[in-house]
Structure formats: C-alpha cells, structure tokens
C-alpha cells in the first residue's frame, strides 16, 4: 500500500480555511490531519470544537485528530460526534492508556497514541496490538515549523520492527518537519503515515507539494 500525506490544518490560511480545506479534498492528499491543543499539555492553543465541527462539514477525507490536551477522555466521545475518524491520544497524559483507547473505540474511531521525542517506544508495547495508529512525534509537540529531530528514523524502523514483531495491525504516523527532504527515508524506514505542514501550506505550490510527497520513495540499498 502506498504511503499516506496528512496535511496539517495548523499551517493552514485560517483567514482562508474553507479554501485550504478544499485544495485538500482535491489534491492527492489522504487525511486531514487537525491538532487540537489546550494551552496545557503543550504550551500553545489551537482549534476546538466548533472549528472542529467546520472543518468536518468542508472536508471529504477522514479527519485524523490529533489532541494534544490532558484529560482526553473528557473530550473524545465529542471529538468523535463532531466527526473525527482518528482520534490521537498522548501516552504521556493519560495514566490509564488501555482505557482511553478502548473507550476511543467505542465510540466509533480508530485510536491512534502518539509519543514524544523522549518517550521510549517501550512504553505502549503492551498495548501496540490494541492500537490503530503510533504516531511517532519527529518534534516536540505544540508549535508548526519546527525542526526535524533526525533521531527519529531510527524511532521509526525500531516501530516497524515491533510491529511487524507483534502482527500488529497499527499503521506508523510521523509528525513534525516532515517534508520533501526526508519524506522517503521516513518511508523506507516503515513510515505509513506523513504529517507535512508548513511543507505544503508555505510552498509556492501546494499541490505539486502533496503530489511530490506522494511519490514511491527510492529503495535504500
């Protein structure tokens, strides 16, 4: 299966948000990728609800929510009503992991855990089976245009290794600095997934942005 681009509604125009949402439903992108920040869990706020709610009624590929608040419990059967298809936790806000992703799923969604640069993968390999999507953060959480943190192929082939270990069924995702650049070491290092931000909304052309990205990467030898 080819890989998949997940562009970031957080680079978006938000002046212009209602356009940006429906370049994405005509380019060769597959998800849309929505942070939902409270000013606490990392030091930024960024959309809610209701532009949650917005983005949904305009975009006609599956919202991939990536909430990066404390608490999430309290948030995600809403999350979901209002039309996530993917609702990412953080493994480091939620004390009682297994719950959460269960109760993610019951609620219609599939149930993504992201981890921080830091955060060993150690730390949901007992739950990599129950998980939907890993998403590997490839820079610290809360800001766009951040720098690539090059650590993270090596994050990324070590996930590959414990998923293909487990049969897990669970997709890798990678966020942050993600772009032209690295885009197919990602893939050949077991990225199924790409969040790219400031890679497409800042590029002269965004669609040829996406379409690039797209492409099949060059094996490593």
């Not at 806000?93 to 269960?102: E, G």
């Not at 897990?168 to 050949?188: F, H």
């Not at 800042?202 to 060059?218: G, Q």
Request: hydrophobic share 45%; glycine share 6%.
């Amino acid at each position: 299966m080819s890989h998949l681009i997940a562009p970031s509604i957080l680079a978006a125009d938000f002046a212009n948000l209602q356009r940006d949402i429906e370049m994405i439903n005509g380019s060769d992108g597959d998800w849309f990728h929505v942070d939902i920040m409270d000013g606490n869990f990392v030091p930024n706020i960024s959309f809610g609800m209701p532009v949650l709610e917005a983005i949904k009624r305009h975009a006609t590929k599956p919202l991939d929510v990536h909430a990066m608040i404390t608490d999430p419990d309290r948030y995600i059967p809403e999350m979901v009503e209002l039309g996530a298809d993917i609702v990412t936790i953080h493994y480091e806000a939620c004390p009682h992991l297994h719950r959460t992703i269960q109760l993610i799923k019951s609620c219609g969604a599939q149930a993504g855990v992201a981890l921080n640069p830091h955060t060993p993968l150690s730390a949901i390999a007992d739950v990599i089976t129950d998980m939907d999507l890993l998403l590997v953060m490839s820079v610290n959480p809360g800001f766009g245009g951040q720098k690539f943190i090059e650590k993270t192929f090596d994050k990324v082939a070590q996930a590959r290794q414990l998923i293909d270990d487990t049969e897990s069924s669970a997709k890798i995702e990678v966020d942050g600095g993600v772009g032209p650049a690295n885009y197919q070491r990602l893939v050949n290092c077991g990225a199924d997934a790409l969040v790219a931000g400031s890679a497409v909304f800042n590029s002269p052309d965004p669609l040829e942005a996406i379409r690039t990205m797209k492409m099949s990467p060059v094996p490593t030898k």
